[in-house]
């Protein structure tokens, strides 16, 4: 059920409800513990025990009629279980990542969960390790020597380009709807009321970005949002957002939802695209989109360019990543490439391994030297920045752009929402990146 009511007000951050205190565990590692006030928690529980209750078919009472006290006592390990799930998502996940982000922290892998103290009436703590690496050196590099990749010269690449601007640009002028449809990202706050649409939680919100899926699947949460635009609050009791914040028990929750912004998938944006990579003129964005039309050795010149900078800037700073962290991340590769139907092909070739490994060892370095470069450079991410990489999404030339992909969208072949704070990562990294290309390029 959905009840559209108004337009919005200026958005805030919610952040400050919310702790994070960071005890030192070993060089390199740190504990981090995400609180959650008392007062969270117990009007989660409370939300949480009524919904059971009124699910609850227990005997010797009448459904919906059983007393909240007998729920809050009886189910209370399952409401746990489940509140532990249900604030992981919709509180800490995002702290987390705007804290690292915002505390410069540069992480050598992914934040790891590994307890959980949580009770009714009390404070919750999610408890992290992080393992934290070592700040790098980083010289003056904006002059180092660089061999800019270099285009192929046949006249069909530009008239590719051609065809690609004049065809966007058609979309373009036809784009007059202003709501959202199939193949839109949307960016949405999304916090917690009661059955009479009171705010709860101290009306805390969080961010998150959704892809309008197109499957029969995605059906749940496209009707909700569909026609919807930008200022647009509603309540709603969906289903499928119940079960993407805890599968744990059924639960009930009115979410409010307000519409923040909108990614159109109509049209390519042209104008994004300049200001991504700094570029002002038409003829500089014609030799720019011609990047991912120029192939050799089936690399493009962008993905060519992205390579050879991050090589040159890796060759001038040398560290030596953890070995965990790069079986880790060939783990990882493998697990995609298994899904390959090549697979079998490929992993009978000679060197098969030591590629798999020089391959995870580069992706490690990458990450952790773009981290530090991005907090060293001071660059700054806003919702613009978000929307500019979020544009080459669109098309699946335009996808040849982006170096450090977005979080996984889809679970289980349904696209799901994804928390703001996670997907600016890999936008920053994208932002640094470009940054580095920018003056390494730059004449």
């Not at 944006?269 to 030799?287: A, G, I, L, S, Y």
Request: glycine share 2%; aromatic share 12%.
């Amino acid at each position: 059920m959905v009840r559209l009511i108004r337009k919005s007000k200026p958005e805030q951050s919610f952040y400050h409800a919310l702790r994070l205190v960071l005890e030192p565990l070993s060089p390199g590692k740190v504990k981090a513990i995400v609180i959650i006030p008392a007062r969270f928690v117990s009007t989660i529980y409370q939300e949480a025990s009524i919904a059971q209750r009124d699910a609850a078919q227990t005997y010797g009472f009448h459904q919906q009629t059983v007393p909240l006290d007998y729920i809050t006592s009886n189910y209370q390990a399952n409401l746990i279980e489940h509140l532990k799930e249900f604030m992981l998502k919709f509180f800490v996940i995002g702290f987390l990542y705007h804290e690292i982000l915002h505390q410069k922290l540069t992480l050598a892998d992914d934040p790891k969960l590994v307890n959980i103290e949580l009770g009714p009436k009390q404070e919750a703590r999610y408890h992290f390790e992080l393992n934290l690496f070592a700040e790098i050196n980083i010289i003056n590099w904006k002059y180092l020597p660089f061999k800019t990749p270099v285009r192929k010269r046949y006249k069909d690449l530009d008239r590719q380009a051609n065809i690609f601007v004049n065809e966007e640009q058609v979309l373009a002028t036809k784009q007059v709807n202003k709501s959202i449809t199939v193949g839109d990202w949307a960016l949405f706050s999304l916090s917690l009321a009661n059955k009479n649409n009171i705010p709860l939680l101290d009306n805390y919100k969080e961010k998150f970005w959704l892809k309008i899926g197109e499957e029969e699947v995605d059906s749940p949460l496209r009707e909700i949002f569909s026609e919807k635009q930008i200022g647009n609050i509603f309540f709603t009791t969906n289903k499928t957002l119940q079960e993407y914040f805890s599968d744990q028990l059924d639960s009930n929750y009115n979410f409010c939802i307000e519409i923040l912004d909108i990614q159109h998938q109509t049209y390519f944006c042209f104008n994004q695209f300049k200001r991504h990579f700094r570029v002002k003129t038409n003829k500089e964005m014609h030799q720019k989109l011609v990047e991912v039309f120029s192939y050799r050795n089936d690399l493009s010149q962008r993905r060519t360019m992205a390579e050879d900078a991050l090589s040159t800037m890796l060759s001038k700073h040398p560290f030596s990543p953890p070995e965990c962290l790069i079986e880790q991340q060939q783990k990882m590769i493998l697990e995609v490439m298994y899904k390959n139907p090549d697979y079998n092909v490929y992993r009978t070739q000679k060197d098969f391994k030591q590629n798999v490994r020089k391959l995870a060892e580069k992706q490690v370095k990458e990450n952790i030297f773009i981290d530090q470069l991005a907090y060293h450079e001071n660059i700054h991410l806003d919702n613009n920045d978000v929307k500019n990489y979020l544009n080459f999404t669109k098309r699946p030339r335009m996808k040849e752009f982006i170096y450090f992909p977005p979080p996984p969208t889809r679970i289980d072949g349904q696209e799901m929402p994804v928390v703001a704070q996670e997907l600016k990562q890999a936008c920053l990294r994208e932002k640094a990146l470009n940054h580095i290309i920018y003056h390494l390029t730059k004449k």
